[in-house]
Nanobody
């Protein structure tokens, strides 16, 4: 049974850091790309970052470039999202998702499209506030 479980969310002050984890089971990271998405109240779900399975290519939304870093540990079947210099506008529920096509994504921004992904986690809340 395929499962993705996010953890590591919480309340943090502006400028602070959090590391999100996405633990997967029922498949291996060798063949699936993993994306991170977020959804703030009243807004659409948006792609934040992605790491491909084949060559480890990474992708980031412009809003998080230079602040967020995605990585994976295939031995632990876990993908991480290190978030630094957090801003109030980063407040959202963060989801990880798996794309069986594995990537990479050489054309446009397919990696950030929700329809690319086959499996989703339940989400973890990140709140950036004083």
């Amino acid at each position: 049974q395929v499962q993705l479980v996010e953890s590591g969310g919480g309340l943090v002050q502006p400028g602070g850091s959090l590391r999100l984890s996405c633990a997967v089971s029922g498949f291996t990271l060798d063949y699936y790309a993993i994306g991170w998405f977020r959804q703030a109240p009243g807004k659409e779900r948006e792609g934040v970052s992605c790491i491909s399975s084949s060559d480890g290519s990474t992708y980031y939304a412009d809003s998080v470039k230079g602040r967020f870093t995605i990585s994976r540990d295939n031995a632990k079947n876990t993908v991480y999202l290190q978030m630094n210099s957090l801003k109030p506008e980063d407040t959202a529920v963060y989801y990880c998702a798996a794309d069986r096509n594995g990537g990479p994504y050489p054309y446009g921004s397919r990696w950030s499209e929700t329809y690319e992904y086959d499996y989703w986690g339940q989400g973890t809340q990140v709140t950036v506030s004083l």
